[in-house]
T-cell receptor, first 114, second 110 residues
Framework: EAQVTQNPRYLITVTGKKLTVTCSQNMNHEYMSWYRQDPGLGLRQIYYSMNVEVTDKGDVPEGYKVSRKEKRNFPLILESPSPNQTSLYFC?????????????FGPGTRLTVL | RKEVEQDPGPFNVPEGATVAFNCTYSNSASQSFFWYRQDCRKEPKLLMSVYSSGNEDGRFTAQLNRASQYISLLIRDSKLSDSATYLCVVNTGTASKLTFGTGTRLQVTL
């Protein structure tokens, strides 16, 4: 089944404790991105990747890191999480660069930072 | 002004009603337009792309007005299963950047 998977789905952590949210797609998509969704603000892009080893900042990259060592995986790293990073996170992928192609989203990761 | 603006709703309509949502965008260079549907606490899923000439998919019709910089979504004969949040999505000038509206919530009732 073609899909985007994220893990964990739910995470409660404390300020400053490094964490990684994994994202994997099995559709051989070149483009992958991370979004966060907050009430009243909608989905905002954090980082995106056009291909392996190619990443770039989105609208809200502060406090996040990403890497794209393999085509299928695009982990999101929070080196020192803070409460303002409490949010619902979605990973997405598409065959072509994001603006012209259907985005396939993962099921989301609900993160709470205490 | 926000890059993509939507009326948050909620729109409460009875089954069988016709409902329309509008979305305005600020970047006149935008080329790609979409409507996504998001069910509560779930991931967004593509509902339909929006083409210059307008397009229809069953009960759903999408229109683009470049002069006024807005897109619309019309849902005819609303079903209970149409209850969801509808996200307007626009590329904001670059090939890799999509901007999502905050969504319009639709609640269809008996």
């Amino acid at each position: 089944e073609a899909q985007v998977t994220q893990n964990p789905r739910y995470l409660i952590t404390v300020t400053g404790k490094k964490l990684t949210v994994t994202c994997s797609q099995n559709m051989n998509h070149e483009y992958m991105s991370w979004y966060r969704q907050d009430p009243g603000l909608g989905l905002r892009q954090i980082y995106y990747s056009m291909n392996v080893e190619v990443t770039d900042k989105g609208d809200v990259p502060e406090g996040y890191k990403v890497s794209r060592k393999e085509k299928r995986n695009f982990p999101l790293i929070l080196e020192s999480p803070s409460p303002n990073q409490t949010s619902l996170y979605f990973c997405a992928s598409s065959f072509l660069a994001g603006a012209t192609d259907t985005q396939y989203f993962g099921p989301g990761t609900r993160l709470t930072v205490l | 002004r926000k890059e993509v603006e939507q009326d948050p709703g909620p729109f409460n309509v009875p089954e069988g009603a016709t409902v329309a949502f509008n979305c305005t965008y600020s970047n006149s260079a935008s080329q790609s337009f979409f409507w996504y549907r998001q069910d509560c606490r779930k991931e967004p899923k593509l509902l339909m792309s929006v083409y210059s000439s307008g397009n229809e998919d069953g009960r759903f019709t999408a229109q683009l007005n470049r002069a006024s910089q807005y897109i619309s979504l019309l849902i005819r004969d609303s079903k209970l299963s149409d209850s969801a949040t509808y996200l307007c999505v626009v590329n904001t000038g670059t090939a890799s950047k999509l901007t999502f509206g905050t969504g319009t919530r639709l609640q269809v009732t008996l």
